[in-house]
Nanobody, 133 residues
């Protein structure tokens, strides 16, 4: 497994923007699915967005229209562009990786609604995002 390292978190006012990054030393097929999750104090971890090796993206409803997930051409860096941030977006943001070929055939990403799925095999350490009103 290739370690993941997030960066780019910080404090912004409501309405502001941040771009998070998640770096891996190399691309491997077991990281063919990448995603962002977040966890606010006292709340369960929730999925934000995922991207598959073919660049298909999926977003949580709260992220649609405000957040954009992307990767660089080498697929070694994952990004999350966050616009129009709200205080309720305050959380620790994590990136995670899954293997879309885990069961042989291409099976896509695990659902964002299943952050505890064992298919998410590697997690970053998290980066704090704080949005003030």
């Amino acid at each position: 497994q290739v370690p993941l390292t997030e960066s780019g978190g910080g404090s912004v006012q409501a309405g502001g923007s941040l771009t998070l990054s998640c770096a891996a030393s190399k691309f491997t097929s077991v990281n063919g699915c990448m995603a962002w999750f977040r966890q606010a104090p006292g709340k369960e971890r929730e999925g934000v967005a995922s991207i598959e090796v073919h660049s298909r993206t999926t977003y949580a409803d709260f992220a649609k229209g405000r957040f954009t997930i992307s990767q660089d051409d080498l697929k070694t860096t994952l990004y999350l562009q966050m616009n129009s941030l709200k205080p309720e977006d305050t959380a620790v943001y994590f990136c995670a990786a899954a293997n879309p070929w885990e069961y042989g055939d291409y099976d896509g990403c695990p659902p964002l609604l299943e952050p505890m799925s064992p298919r998410w095999h590697t997690w970053g350490q998290g980066t704090q995002v704080t949005v003030s009103s």
